[in-house]
């Protein structure tokens, strides 16, 4: 079963607009990590958030925690033609290990 | 090249047979990962190695997948009696224990 669920499932925003992604996981963590993958690509990382991060920041990317809520967002501002593609969140599991499982997966399509 | 590189990109395979999957990490690279990746959907983990050894091969669906690393750096992934099921994308990743993974491009396996 997979830790991590993105929300939404698909997002459909105007080049210029701010995309906002959700992922939700179910137990602690040690970090969080955010990747995109283009369409019949491999998978390429983005950012790493530890759990004693709150915010982090990347070029246009954004990314929150909160452990609180085992929740995190990526905001990517700004957006682009480019940046149409998947988005997935991965969290170590157990955690303090380098074993990755990885969410559901948000669509992102930027329309010109 | 630099990156992870996965061979074959394009595998066709009847049901019943026999398959391999290699996958060759960034040099010096510690840890390697396989996940399999259904269309629409999260990578799901199968296995990973920290050296030589497979440090959590928990994600493996049956006795029918085995992976190896003989000498901690190309790993093969083999699939035994191969069914309908087992299509799908499978993708290797390297990591050197900074958390952030590495993925190649992935080989797509059908089985007719």
């Known amino acids: 079963s997979q830790q991590g669920e993105e929300d939404p499932q698909a997002l459909s925003i105007q080049e210029g607009e701010n995309a906002t992604m959700n992922c939700s996981y179910k137990?602690?963590?040690?970090?969080l990590q955010w990747y995109r993958q283009n369409s019949g690509r491999g998978l390429v990382h983005l950012i790493l958030?530890?759990?004693?991060?709150r915010e982090k920041h990347s070029g246009r990317l954004r990314v929150t925690l909160d452990t609180s809520k085992k929740s995190s967002s990526l905001l990517i501002t700004a957006s682009r033609a480019a940046d149409t593609a998947s988005y997935f969140c991965?969290?170590?599991?157990?955690?303090?290990?380098?074993?990755?499982?990885f969410g559901t997966g948000t669509r992102l399509k930027v329309l010109a | 090249g630099a990156g992870v590189s996965q061979t074959p990109s394009n595998k066709v395979t009847e049901k019943g047979k026999y398959v391999e999957l290699r996958c060759d990490p960034i040099?010096?690279?510690?840890?390697l990962y396989w996940y399999r990746q259904s269309l629409g959907q999260g990578p799901e983990f199968l296995i990973y190695?920290?050296?030589?050894?497979?440090?959590?091969d928990s994600g493996l669906p049956n006795d029918r997948f085995f992976a190896v690393r003989p000498e901690g750096s190309v790993s093969t992934l083999k699939i035994q009696r191969t069914e309908r099921g087992d299509s799908a994308v499978y993708l290797c990743?390297?990591?050197?224990?900074?958390?952030?993974?590495?993925f190649g491009e992935g080989s797509r396996l059908t089985v007719l």
């Open positions: 958030i530890r759990s004693n991060e």
């Open positions: 990743a390297s990591s050197y224990e900074t958390g952030e993974l590495f």
């Open positions: 137990t602690s963590i040690n970090n």
């Open positions: 040099s010096g690279h510690t840890a």
């Open positions: 190695f920290q050296g030589t050894g497979a440090a959590d």
């Open positions: 991965a969290t170590d599991f157990p955690p303090g290990t380098y074993k990755y499982i």
